[in-house]
Structure formats: C-alpha cells, structure tokens
C-alpha cells in the first residue's frame, strides 16, 4: 500500500504486527518500544527522519492513556516530573535541531544509524549485565526489599550522583528522598529528552534507568514519572518534526491499532514472569534493533 | 489455575478477531476519506498538519484503548 506523505510502500499488515509486538513490548517490560519499532520502519524502507518522527507520533498516544492509570494509582512524583520537564523540552529540541541539520547534508541516515547502534547495544549489554546480577544476587539468597533491591545492581552510581551537592536542592517526598541537586534532575531529563528528539521514541530505555540508578527512585514511581516524561518530550518532539514534515500520520495510526490490543496482551503477560527475568528477557532486544539498523545500512540503505 | 489461563486465552482470541474486523472497517475508513486531506494539508500547512497529526493520535489511542477494554468486558459478561 502507498503512503503519500512519506512517499513509501508498505504493507499495513506488517505495520499492524509490528505495532502488536511494540505494544506487547510496552505492555510487558514497561518501555515505548522505539528501539525495535524505528530499526523495524528503517529496515521497510521508511527514511530516517520520517522514522523518527512517526515513531513518536505513534508512542504519544500510548503513553497518554499509560500515564494517566499511573497517575491514579499515584505512580508519578509531580514534584520530580515538574522539575524534568525543562530539561526534557531542551534536550528534545536540541535533538530535533541536530536531526534539521543532518538533513542539511543528507547524511541523516547514516550518522543516526550509527548512534542508534551504539546507543541499543550499549542498553541490551546494561539491560542483561543487571538482570543477571539480580538473578544471581537472589539466587545465593541475599534478602533485600524495596528501595534497596531496585538498587541492587548498580547502587555506586546512585550513590556517585548523591555526591553532587550544587545547590539549589529539592525534597521528594512520594520518591522518599530527602535531598537531592536540581542540577541533577536536570542533566538526566536533558539526557532523556536529547535521546528521544534524535533517535525518536520516548527515551523510557535510557531515561527509567538514569531514574532508578542515578536518582535512586523506587522503581514503580520511576515507571510512572517516566511515562509523564514521555508524554511530555515524545508529544513536544512529535509536533516539532511535524512542523518539519518528518511525521507520517498514516504509518503512525495503522501502527496504533495492533499496538492498543498489543499492550494488553503484554500486561497480561506480566502475571507469568518475575521482575529480574524480565529484564534478563528484555535484553536481547534493543540487540535485534542494532543488527537490524546495522544490516539495512551495510546493504546501502542510507 | 489452568482452566483460568485456558479461559482467559479463549477470551482473548474472541477479542482479537472482533477487533480485527473492526480495525479493518477503520483503517478503510481513514485511507479512503482521510488520506488525501492530511496529504494536501502536509503539503500546504505543517502547523495544521502538527495539531491535527496530535490530535487524530490522542482520540484514537483514547478510544482503542476504550474499545479493547469494554470488549473484554463484554465478552466475560457473555460467558457467565
């Protein structure tokens, strides 16, 4: 099938089965997706900066009904999330001005190619170094509970990060943490946000875990903060590439439909699996997402 | 517990092929009556294009997602 905006032919089937596997994704291991979906469009021929764009488009409307039942459930710290959305809308612009000025020298696909495949399997190697640790930890019977087990496997970074003392500081009271640097709230939305302006999607696989190891935020408000984050840096990121003609509208709602059934069936899924298997089970993903921008870019599809 | 998964997966395939048919019906609809303004708006008014783009996305997730779960509902109600 033709689709006119982008100028590409794609088959909707594909594109509503690849929406279902990106919702289950989300659905089951709690993240947009963007790293298997925007490889996924890449690989069917969608040029990248379409690719971007679409795929936060698609990601804007998933998050919005996943962030308002956490905001329910009171799974969003207001306080922390107001504090990042400043960070988040100038790291997300920043990345949408370096995606204009690739576009410049039509060198887009490539460059954003290689940072994809940096960037994915440097998180498929953390994703599975933590879940292995966790799962070894429990194994040899170490008893730890809340806070402490999220932080588990990689606690010295949290620590490091408590160390920055720049005033001024702030209190978070639904995250359980008494003091903590504006500065370094700020430096991970900036993080967060310049990942999902460049490299589409949400930015959850770098954001939730700068959350929950840099910040030391318990992990279910990580989760709900960072939906919040993504409706925020993907809806502000999605209308800036549209207004720079990178948004394909159609790709984006045919993708939309298998991925609603998609996320319910992933959190269904969930009531089968433990947490670190999990995480374990996610890690060869962002791997796939590599070696599928990798291949599309070896056959000479930049 | 097995007869509950078992349930639950029965459920979920009755879901699935009526929510089928209905994405098709849409998806049709959109193609054949949306297609060509948000190409023509594309081309003359990002900005419009931007808001409608957003907007189009948020009803759409709101209302998909409103459909799965009163599906499911519904077909658990027929069941008992």
């Given at each position: 099938m033709y689709f006119p905006i982008s100028g590409t032919h794609l088959d909707p089937i594909v594109l509503v089965l690849l929406g279902f596997v990106v919702g289950v994704l989300g659905g089951f291991?709690?993240?947009?997706g963007s790293f298997l979906a925007g490889p996924a469009l890449f690989a069917m021929g969608v040029p990248f900066n379409f690719v971007v764009g679409t795929d936060l488009l698609h990601i804007v409307g998933k998050s919005l009904v996943a962030a308002r039942e956490h905001h329910l459930l009171g799974h969003i710290d207001l306080k922390l999330a107001a504090v990042m959305v400043i960070g988040t809308i100038a790291g997300s612009e920043t990345g949408v001005q370096a995606i204009e000025y690739l576009k410049q020298g039509a060198h887009v696909n490539l460059v954003v190619g290689i940072v994809s495949i940096v960037v994915f399997t440097l998180i498929g190697i953390f994703a599975g170094i933590e879940g292995w640790t966790v799962l070894r930890l429990h194994r040899s019977g170490a008893q730890e509970s809340g806070r402490e087990k999220d932080r588990l496997a990689f606690g010295f970074f949290a620590r490091a990060m408590e160390g920055?003392?720049?005033?001024p500081h702030v209190r978070l009271e639904q995250s359980g943490i008494e003091s903590i640097s504006i500065w370094s709230i700020v430096l991970v939305s900036i993080i967060g946000g310049l990942f999902s302006g460049f490299?589409?999607?949400?930015?959850g696989y770098i954001r939730m875990p700068c959350l929950v190891y840099?910040?030391?935020?318990p992990t279910h408000v990580a989760v709900g903060t960072d939906l919040f984050e993504i409706v925020i840096s993907a809806g502000y990121g999605a209308v800036r590439h549209a207004m720079n003609g990178n948004v394909d509208i159609l790709i984006a709602l045919v993708m939309q439909t298998g991925a609603a059934i998609g996320a319910q069936t992933g959190a269904n899924l969930?009531?089968?699996?433990?947490g670190p298997r999990i995480r374990l089970a996610f890690a060869p993903l962002p791997m796939l997402g590599a070696i599928l921008v990798a291949q599309k870019l070896l056959s000479g599809g930049h | 517990m097995k007869n509950s998964r078992e349930r639950s997966f029965t459920d979920f395939l009755v879901e699935l092929v009526i929510y089928g048919v209905f994405v098709v019906l849409y998806l049709y609809f959109v193609f054949y009556f949306l297609s060509d303004w948000l190409k023509s708006m594309f081309s003359e008014n990002r900005i419009e294009y931007a808001v409608v783009a957003f907007v189009l996305m948020f009803v759409q997730s709101v209302g998909l997602e409103r459909i799965t779960t009163g599906l499911l509902f519904l077909i658990r109600r027929h069941k008992r």
């Open positions: 291991f709690g993240v947009g920055i003392q720049l005033p490299l589409g999607g949400g930015a840099l910040l030391g935020i969930t009531q089968y699996f433990s | -």
